[in-house]
């Protein structure tokens, strides 16, 4: 059966254009133009991926977002923004709004199919062979199978992609992880990212974690660990 893609985008020729890229690849898509319209539609019948453009008419892109977010039909679907905003501060907006991916328009199909792809496959641990299905760690709990975070008894609610993020690192204290591979666990090896992605990840995450963001540690000019 193939996947269910809504696509929120009042650029008609864009809109057609992700719907054709999408269908030729197996996919079923639907295409609306208004915030609206695609919050509607993914709360009645909710899809296996929302591609959703940050300037809509009426509810903007990060009001969608939020309100997907919000509700327990829709609070797993992986989304990914569309946004002509290149600003760290705009996109960690998105993110923040519990966004698991963003795209820069203008954008090339293939990387959009790329990106597509990585997230819908992406529920697998990042190694099968080190996978937990509980991480304890100083008052920091993370549940793999509810796909879950708590610290000190306080639940944190984290995108799919900062609970992934969250995860790698953790899994392996004391092992520092560069970007390149960071990209890798979160993403996919065949999607195009850059550095500049994975640190604005890690800023959103530290942020949700609060005191708990001590336990993720910068190492200068490698990347980032877990701390032991």
């Known amino acids: ?37 695609g919050l509607n539609q993914a709360l009645a019948n909710p899809p296996d991926l929302v591609v959703l453009d940050w300037m809509l008419p009426g509810k903007d892109g990060l009001e969608v977002c939020r309100l997907l977010r919000s509700d327990e039909r ?38 959009l199919l790329a990106r597509v ?18 991480i304890s760690h100083q008052g920091l709990e993370i549940d793999t199978k509810r796909r879950s975070v708590s610290y000190n008894g306080k639940d944190i609610n984290l995108t799919n992609s900062e609970f992934q993020l969250l ?12 970007r390149e591979q960071l990209v890798t666990y979160i993403r996919g090896e065949d999607v195009f990212v850059t550095d500049r992605t994975v640190d604005v990840h890690v800023a959103g ?24």
């Open 1 to 37: 059966m193939s996947k269910r893609v809504v696509i929120v985008e009042d650029e008609q020729e864009i809109g057609e254009l992700i719907s054709l890229t999408l269908k030729n690849d197996g996919f079923t898509t639907e295409l609306v133009s208004t915030g609206e319209a």
């Open 74 to 111: 829709t609070k797993k679907v992986p989304i990914i923004m569309l946004t002509a905003k290149v600003e760290e501060a705009d996109i960690v907006s998105g993110l923040e709004v519990g966004a698991d991916d963003y795209i820069t328009k203008p954008f090339s199909p293939r990387v």
């Open 117 to 134: 792809h990585a997230l819908l496959r992406r529920e697998s641990p990042p190694d099968k062979s080190d996978h937990q299905d509980h």
């Open 167 to 178: 995860f790698s690192l953790a899994s392996r204290p004391g092992w520092v992880f560069n």
């Open 205 to 228: 995450l530290r942020k949700k974690l609060g005191d708990a963001a001590k336990f993720i540690e910068t190492v200068r000019g490698v990347g980032y660990r877990f701390r032991e």
